[in-house]
């Protein structure tokens, strides 16, 4: 079976390799000529662990391919997913199309058989459909179908959670006079080893999995602003948002994952993906009151983050030495959009703090992103040394066995900031630290 991706980017890259991986054809099409030139030499323009060997198996079992044309990837393609950014459209919250729109219009140029038009990225409810009609439009005669295929991975474990997914979800046109099945059978046999698997797999009409996607990660975005609430009422009335969330993770209805407190939820997907939904939903007249509250607060909880570090280091970082370990807004990618480490340093330069900066993956990344005052740092020695404070934002794990000895000998004072409670704070404090976490008694 051979399929076409559009889009090399962290989900159509790691989507097209792992399709590649379960032995089908897959052509990939990417227009950034950076990208696409690095993807060609079996160089990964993203960081994912473990891609980089799964790319370059697959580049020389011939299965994985990358193309600039379109019209050369698509020849005897049995599926064409859609890969390509939703951005927040600028101003407004809702999700940016032009990319969607522009590869179904391509798509309908050039594609000369049948094929099932599979919409990957997170979209508003309708564009499927809108697909359609774009394709129809320009090339009336073409024999073909939509589908929605949300993607639900995480980065950081991208391979795996393509590859050995909770659950699969797939749209079809159910008001169809065959009721989609020649689509329905076509994603059968795209996904037959996840279905010998066992992997839930779910077939439903358009909109219901167009929605799916926003539904679970606002739902998660939602649980995140939660437990940041109540670790910040822990820290006014005295609690340990540790033992809560192990005691309320311990009732299989809550679920123990997605308990943990930090600076505020990041990444290229839940701030937008929680936006569009708002946005969705406020335009169908039907608010989700609880998303827009979750996105509130986890705005505000960004800015005030920096707030809590000035007023650790005494109501005054002017001209005081801040080390930042971690820049990404989780581990294990290099991706910087949206990460709270954004908003935080921004706010502590202009009060005059002076940044060393350390990120095993995402220093480069992060340069355009910030200050060009920020210092950045090849170690967490070379953060350390001389700082005021030292402040953990994103959990790498070369973060997670500091020497506390080392800190106090690097450090002008040992004032540890840890903002993703990696460490016991009892612990800390019997090794003569200064420390402070996140709801959880210091
Ligand atoms: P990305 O920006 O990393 O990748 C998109 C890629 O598409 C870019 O490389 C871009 O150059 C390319 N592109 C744009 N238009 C093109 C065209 N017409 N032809 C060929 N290539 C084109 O974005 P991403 O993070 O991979 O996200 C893609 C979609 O998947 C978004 O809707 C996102 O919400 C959704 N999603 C992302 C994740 C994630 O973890 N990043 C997870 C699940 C879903
Ligand atoms: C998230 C979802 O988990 C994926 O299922 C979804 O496919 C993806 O968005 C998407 O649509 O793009 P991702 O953004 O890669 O994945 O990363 P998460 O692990 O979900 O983390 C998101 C943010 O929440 C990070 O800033 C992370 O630090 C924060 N987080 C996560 C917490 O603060 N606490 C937690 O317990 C978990």
Not at 155 to 165: F, L, R, V
Not at 372 to 397: F, G, H, K, M, P
């Amino acid at each position: 079976m051979r399929i076409a991706m559009i889009g090399g980017g962290y989900v159509g890259l790691v989507s097209a390799t792992c399709f590649a991986e379960f032995g089908l054809n897959v052509n990939v099409v990417e227009t950034n000529p950076d990208r696409l030139n690095a993807l060609k030499k079996g160089k990964i323009p993203i960081y994912e662990p473990g891609l980089d060997i799964l790319v370059n198996n697959n580049i020389k079992a011939n299965r994985l391919k990358f193309f600039d044309k379109i019209e050369e990837a698509i020849p005897e393609c049995e599926a064409i997913f859609i890969a390509v950014g939703t951005p927040p459209r600028n101003g407004d919250g809702h999700a940016d199309m032009t990319y969607v729109h522009q590869a179904a219009l391509q798509i309908a140029t050039h594609l000369k058989q049948y094929a099932v038009i599979v919409t990957k990225s997170t979209v508003p409810v309708g564009t499927s459909r809108r697909i359609a009609q774009i394709i129809r439009q320009k090339n009336p005669d073409l024999e073909f179908d939509v589908a929605s295929n949300p993607e639900f991975l995480r980065e950081g474990d991208a391979i795996k959670d393509c590859m050995n997914p909770d659950r699969v979800i797939i749209g079809i046109e159910k008001d169809k006079e065959d009721q989609g099945k020649k689509a329905q059978d076509v994603m059968i046999r795209l996904y037959q080893p996840l279905f010998q698997r066992e992997t839930p797999i779910l077939f439903t009409n358009l909109e219901s999995a167009e929605l799916a996607k926003y539904a679970s990660n606002c739902f998660l975005a939602m649980k995140l602003s939660y437990v940041n609430e109540l670790a910040d009422l822990c820290e006014q009335v005295g609690g340990n948002i540790e033992d809560i969330t192990k005691g309320m993770g311990l009732d299989p209805r809550i679920g123990k994952y997605f308990l943990q407190p930090g600076p505020g939820f990041g990444g290229s997907c839940f701030p937008k993906d929680t936006l569009a939904l708002i946005r969705i939903a406020q335009e169908a007249g039907s608010p989700v009151r609880m998303i827009e509250m979750a996105a509130q607060a986890n705005d505000a909880r960004k800015t005030s983050m920096s707030g809590r570090i000035i007023q650790l280091c005494e109501g005054n970082v002017n001209n005081k030495t801040i080390a930042i370990l971690g820049l990404t807004f989780k581990p294990d990618t290099d991706d910087m959009r949206e990460s709270s480490s954004l908003p935080i340093i921004h706010r502590l330069v202009e009060e005059g703090a002076i940044i060393k900066a350390f990120d095993p993956i995402g220093n480069d990344k992060a340069k355009p992103l910030l200050p060009r005052s920020v210092q950045y740092c090849n170690s967490i020695q070379d953060a350390a040394t001389d700082a005021d404070a030292l402040v953990i934002l994103t959990e790498w794990n070369e973060f997670r066995s500091l020497s506390t000895n080392n800190l106090k000998s690097w450090m002008k004072q040992p004032l540890v900031i840890d903002l993703r409670n990696i460490y016991n704070p009892r612990v800390m404090k019997d090794q003569g630290i200064q420390y402070h976490s996140v709801g959880r008694p210091q």
